[in-house]
């Protein structure tokens, strides 16, 4: 049984920072890539950030400057810190990971529970 376990969500005013944690537990034998996802009241769930095993990060273009991902692979962990926060960065954030369970060639997906991120104005 895998679990991503997510916390460091909150209430910060505008131009604040929050740092989001994510740790990965359970059987796996490699994960291949981990995201932050979003998704505000009304809207589509989006990815924010992706951070891939190569050690490569990519961002939406609504946060780059602003947030950095990433990752201790010894711990199975993936951090995103955000900066500069807008109220529009208020939504549910998800932790997101691509996984193998064993050697087989085969991935899964998992995703977190989510954790809240409200920004006032």
């Known amino acids: 049984q895998v679990q991503l376990v997510e916390s460091g969500g909150g209430l910060v005013q505008s131009g604040g920072s929050l740092r989001l944690s994510c740790a990965a537990s359970?059987?796996?034998?490699?994960?291949?890539?981990m995201d932050w996802y979003r998704q505000a009241p009304g809207k589509l769930r989006e990815r924010v950030a992706r951070?891939?095993?190569?050690?490569?990060?990519n961002y939406a273009d609504s946060v780059k400057g602003r947030f950095t991902i990433s990752r201790d692979t010894a711990k199975n962990t993936v951090f995103l810190q955000m900066n500069s926060l807008k109220p529009e960065d208020t939504a549910v954030y998800y932790c997101?990971?691509?996984?193998?369970?064993?050697?087989?060639?085969?991935?899964?997906?998992?995703w977190g529970q989510g954790t809240q991120v409200t920004v006032s104005s």
């Open positions: 997101h990971a691509e996984l193998a369970l064993d050697g087989s060639g085969r991935s899964y997906s998992y």
């Open positions: 359970g059987n796996i034998f490699s994960i291949n890539f």
């Open positions: 951070a891939s095993s190569s050690g490569s990060a």
